[in-house]
């Protein structure tokens, strides 16, 4: 009897790997018909009511015509991820084979941004795809991105992945300026050990500030680091701060001159306890 229970068993999980296996290829046909053997022969298989659930939406998706509206495109992928994510867990490492091509499809039929729903943006639905290089281009055609904190956010996550930490410096400092408030949540997000290291460092010396001057800090502590500064917004002290420290960086190099006491005095203008850790953070230096 024991031999027979595994047996059985072990028929079924073939059939429920063949049925994976057609999942991941988008073969819904396949998958039907497989389904239906493990159906009769195993009816209360473990991952058949999640096998199910993928291909009814295997065939749905299919026969979808694109979305109407933005707000169509909101509730497609609200089902997405309240039906059809968790029921994906049992295809293991195929899971992503299953997914990539429904993300890119939707994003092929996205809308132009809107603010009020940047989780089904193209850019957003691209980085679900795994498609950073076609993510980073379609973020850059945003009109006003270099002001809005969400585009900062996808072009950190396309870029990160491809050229590490100082190929996304740029797009994180400028999410630095635009929502300080969220950048603890980008950092665990991009989980780059230095930048994590980089950020509790920041927070140890200069904590009472606010995360906008997370790139001053950065700047200072790595002077060589490969960032242009670029367009900055010279509303926010913080950026303007970055712009001057690039220049007395530069003249600090030159040695002393009243070029460089004239571009200290503007940086301690935009914040004194800032200023007060650099020249701390200078004088320790030329010790």
């Not at 396949?30 to 009814?56: F, H, M, N, S």
């Not at 089904?120 to 002001?147: K, M, N, Y």
């Not at 920041?202 to 001053?216: K, T």
Request: hydrophobic share 50%; glycine share 4%.
């Amino acid at each position: 009897m024991q031999q027979l229970d595994i047996f059985n068993d072990t028929r079924a999980t073939s059939l429920a790997n063949d049925v994976v296996a057609a999942l991941a290829d988008h073969d819904g046909e396949r998958a039907a018909r497989v389904i239906a053997v493990l159906r009769r022969e195993e009816p209360g298989y473990r991952t058949l009511a999640a096998l199910d659930t993928l291909q009814a939406f295997l065939e749905d998706h299919g026969k979808d015509s694109a979305p109407a509206d933005v707000a169509a495109m909101a509730a497609r992928v609200r089902h997405i991820d309240e039906f059809v994510l968790p029921a994906a867990a049992v295809l293991g490492s195929r899971a992503d084979d299953f997914l990539r091509p429904v993300w890119r499809r939707l994003a092929a039929t996205a809308h132009a941004f809107d603010g009020a729903f940047p989780e089904v943006d193209r850019v957003a639905l691209l980085l679900r795809a795994g498609d950073h290089e076609a993510a980073e281009t379609a973020a850059r055609e945003i009109a006003g991105g270099q002001r809005l904190a969400v585009v900062q956010r996808w072009l950190c996550l396309a870029c990160h992945p491809r050229f590490g930490l100082d190929g996304a410096l740029a797009p994180l400092f400028r999410f630095a300026w635009l929502a300080p408030l969220r950048l603890e949540g980008i950092v665990a997000e991009l989980d780059d050990t230095l930048l994590t290291k980089a950020w509790r460092e920041f927070l140890g010396v200069l904590g009472n500030l606010d995360a906008s001057w997370f790139p001053a800090w950065y700047l200072a502590e790595h002077p060589a680091t490969p960032f242009i500064v670029e367009a900055n917004p010279d509303e926010i002290p913080a950026a303007v701060a970055c712009r001057r420290l690039m220049c007395i960086l530069a003249l600090e190099k030159q040695g002393h001159s009243p070029a460089l006491v004239t571009q200290r005095a503007k940086l301690k203008a935009l914040d004194d306890t800032f200023f007060a850790w650099y020249m701390a953070r200078r004088s320790v230096f030329h010790r």
